[in-house]
C-alpha cells in the first residue's frame, strides 16, 4: 500500500507545473537585465555627446563676437571658455574630465593642413629650405609648419576650432557585465568663424635660406 502511495506522489509530481513561471524567469531575468542596463547605458552616452555638442555650439558662437561675456570665472577668454563649458555638460556628467582645445586658423582650409606655399621651386609640393621655397606664415613664428593652427580663440574673421574630449565614469556597472570599457570617452568638435569687426591681419610671407 504504501509502495502504491509513492508511485501515485510520483505521477502527481511529474505533471505538477507549479513554481515553473519562477524558474522560466530566473532564467531569463539576468540576460533581459544585462540587455537593459547596457541600452540605459548606451543610451545616456548618446545623451551625454548632445549636451556636450550643443554646449560647444553654443559657447562657440557667443565666443566669435567682439568682446563676449561670459559669467564663468577666468584669467583669458579662453579660460573662461573652458569653465563655461565644463559647467554646462557637469549637470549630465559631474565626474567627467575634460581635454579641451582652441586653436585658431586664417580660413578653414588650414585646419588640418599646412602652412600654403607661394613659391614651390622644384614643384615637388613640399616646403624645401634649401630651394629658397617661400609660404605664408600663417601662425606667424616663423617657421614652415605642418600644422598652421595658433592657440586660443583668434581675432576677427580667423576660423577658431575647438574640441572637446570628455571622460567618464559609466552610469551603470555594464563593464563587468558584458566587457564594456569602464570609462565613457568620446570628442565633440566644430568650427566657427569669428564675425568681421575689424580688419583681419594678413598672414606675413617668409622664404627658406636657399642653401
Known amino acids: 500500500m504504501m509502495l502504491a502511495s509513492l508511485k ?14 519562477a524558474v522560466e524567469f530566473g532564467l531569463l531575468a539576468i540576460p533581459f537585465f544585462i540587455m537593459l542596463m547596457g541600452a540605459m547605458d548606451i543610451g545616456h552616452q548618446f545623451y551625454m555627446r548632445g549636451v556636450t555638442q550643443g554646449a560647444l555650439d553654443d559657447v562657440s558662437r557667443r565666443a566669435s563676437v567682439e568682446e563676449p561675456v561670459f559669467i564663468a570665472s577666468g584669467a583669458s577668454l579662453e579660460e573662461r571658455i573652458e569653465n563655461t563649458l565644463k559647467t554646462q555638460i557637469d549637470i549630465v556628467a559631474p565626474k567627467a574630465t575634460y581635454t579641451i582645445s582652441q586653436k585658431n586658423f586664417f580660413d578653414f582650409n588650414g585646419i588640418g593642413n599646412p602652412e600654403r606655399l607661394v613659391t614651390d621651386v ?17 601662425n606667424e613664428n616663423g617657421a614652415y609648419d605642418l600644422d598652421s593652427g595658433r592657440v586660443g580663440v583668434g581675432g576677427a574673421n580667423d576660423v577658431t576650432f575647438y574640441s572637446v574630449r570628455v571622460q567618464h565614469p ?42
Not at 126 to 135: I, R
Not at 191 to 201: I, K, M, T
Open 122 to 138: 622644384d614643384g615637388d609640393g613640399q616646403f624645401d629650405n634649401a630651394d629658397g621655397d617661400c609660404w605664408e606664415d600663417l
Open 170 to 211: 559609466r552610469l551603470l556597472p555594464t563593464p563587468e557585465l558584458i566587457g564594456f570599457s569602464d570609462t565613457i570617452d568620446f570628442t565633440v568638435e566644430t568650427a566657427v568663424r569669428n564675425q568681421p569687426y575689424a580688419n583681419q591681419a594678413t598672414p606675413p610671407v617668409l622664404c627658406g635660406d636657399g642653401t
Open 8 to 21: 501515485s506522489n510520483i505521477r502527481s509530481l511529474r505533471h505538477d507545473e507549479s513554481g515553473v513561471t
